[in-house]
């Protein structure tokens, strides 16, 4: 669970909050952390070496629910990145999608995967990044991605920043 459950799609609000991404603060270095809201322990932000992660968006609960229902709220989901993916465009110019089964296929395996990724994993957030960058100011590359943990779970819409390149890991044998 997300600090943004119950809450309605804003694309305003979430626009605003990614553009926000931008300046905030970024660890250089250091362990991966993630945050709770000190009431409730719903997730708040996961901060890295060089990036930071914030939920946008979180959807019901999935709980006993079928096609269409399950089918209804991957489309929403879906839509709500798609909706802001739009905005973004907008202001940056046109996306491009960064895969992720590589890394998931390299941690499944019991491979390292690059801390960012690791980060994106262990929020249940598997879904392919929507990516910008660099986008100014400082230099800083932006993604969007929809995840879930289990059939039950909501699903979730997430921001992140980084002040480093956001690429494909590479389908080669070696860690990343």
Request: aromatic fraction near 8%.
């Amino acid at each position: 669970m997300t600090c943004r459950a119950g809450e309605d799609f804003d694309a305003e609000r979430a626009t605003a909050e990614v553009a926000g991404l931008l300046t905030a603060s970024v660890p250089a270095t250091g362990p991966t952390a993630a945050e709770g809201d000190p009431a409730t322990g719903e997730w708040t932000v996961t901060v890295g070496a060089g990036f930071r992660i914030v939920p946008l968006w979180e959807g019901d609960p999935l709980t006993g629910a079928y096609a269409p229902e399950w089918n209804d709220a991957e489309e929403a989901a879906e839509g709500h990145l798609a909706s802001l993916a739009r905005a973004l465009d907008d202001r940056w110019g046109p996306h491009w999608q960064v895969r992720l089964h590589v890394a998931l296929s390299r941690r499944e395996a019991g491979a390292p995967v690059e801390p960012l990724f690791a980060a994106l994993f262990a929020e249940d957030l598997y879904g392919d990044l929507t990516v910008w960058g660099p986008v100014a100011p400082g230099g800083r590359w932006v993604a969007l991605t929809v995840g879930h943990s289990d059939g039950d779970a909501p699903l979730v819409l997430a921001a992140l920043v980084s002040d480093r390149p956001i690429t494909e890991p590479d389908d080669g044998d070696g860690p990343l």
